[in-house]
């Protein structure tokens, strides 16, 4: 039974890392067909080369999904497209997709809202619960920097704020001035664990019990769908749920 749910268990790992690949190679593709295929002149595209080197995607998957943008003569273009709803407990929940074929991914989307207890609703109405914020993550494990030293050398770089937690400082900037911020602390030598500009929400929510079952499982289903590039919420689950 334990080497069951071995196989179980790294096969689930297995299946979310191919997908986060095919979600890495999508976005790849769509900012070296907008940017251009060089990563020095295509902030976008860099950026996503470095995501996907964080999740140890194949340098030569890397390189395929870029070539094939910049070799492109297909007719296939990704729009990218937020959809907002409600999750269990009135959370708020903003689902950013890059698709090829609008009509089924929104009814994929409707379907996952709807078979876990939620439902999708009008553009607008759980946006205003959040702010579009640069962030900058930065390990404290890999930091030879002081607490102090590294709130100081954020700010003078252009960012808004720091949040310092056990783990981890996040670096905040305005959408525009992510690129900057980003730029400046990489002069200075500092490595982001992720580096990305997302909708934080204003206030958050602990969710529990049933409500935080159905919610991870709505999770689970958005991070199975290819056309879903990230989801942004304003819940928190506890280590407990």
Known sequence: ??????????????????????????ELYVHARKGGPNPESNFALKNTIAAARAEQMPTDSIERAIKKAAGAN????????????????????MVRCLTDNRNRTAADVRSIFNKRGGNMGESGCVAYMFDQ??????????????????MMQALEGGAEDVIVNEESFE?????????????????LGHKF????????????????????????KMMDAFEDNEDVQDVYVNFELSDEE
């Open 193 to 216: 664990e992720s580096a990305s500009v997302q909708w934080l929400p204003q206030n958050t929510v602990a969710a529990e019990g049933e409500n935080a079952e159905k919610l991870q």
């Open 133 to 150: 914020k640069g962030l900058l993550v930065i390990d404290r494990e890999e930091l030879d920097t002081d607490e102090d030293t590294m």
């Open 1 to 26: 039974m334990k080497f069951k749910l071995f196989k179980d268990r790294k096969g689930k790992a297995d299946q979310a890392k191919n997908n986060k690949f095919v979600k890495l190679a999508r």
């Open 171 to 187: 670096v905040i900037t305005h959408p525009h001035e992510f690129e900057a911020v980003k730029t400046e602390l990489e002069k």
């Open 74 to 93: 297909d007719s296939v273009e990704y729009e990218e497209i937020m959809y907002e709803g409600y999750g269990p407990g009135g959370t708020a929940i």
